[in-house]
Nanobody, 115 residues
């Protein structure tokens, strides 16, 4: 079965960096587009970044130039490098795949940006 397990969240000061990871299993990772979403306190879940199976990426305007999504097919792992973090980036971050028309989510990893 499809499993997505996020890690790498934590508490970081404004201007700091974090790298999130998402270990994927149960499907042919290299063949599917992947995405990172986030849900801040009292906010709806929003799309942060996507990456196609061949590598092209897209980003929300709010993170463009600060975040980088990438994937490692040998490790079946999705990454999100987050730089120049702001308090408004505080959220639970989720990785996502649509497999056979069904959305799959990990359990999420908390990112808190605060001084």
């Amino acid at each position: 079965q499809v499993q997505l397990v996020e890690s790498g969240g934590g508490l970081v000061q404004p201007g700091g960096s974090l790298r999130l990871s998402c270990a994927a299993s149960g499907f042919t990772f290299s063949s599917y587009p992947m995405a990172w979403y986030r849900q801040g306190p009292g906010k709806p879940r929003e799309l942060v970044a996507t990456i196609a199976s061949g590598g092209p990426a897209t980003y929300a305007d709010s993170v463009k130039g600060r975040f980088t999504i990438s994937r490692d097919g040998a490790k079946n792992t999705l990454y999100l490098q987050m730089n120049s973090l702001k308090p408004e980036d505080t959220a639970v971050y989720y990785c996502n795949v649509v497999y056979w028309t069904q959305n799959y989510w990990g359990q999420g990893t908390q990112v808190t940006v605060s001084s």
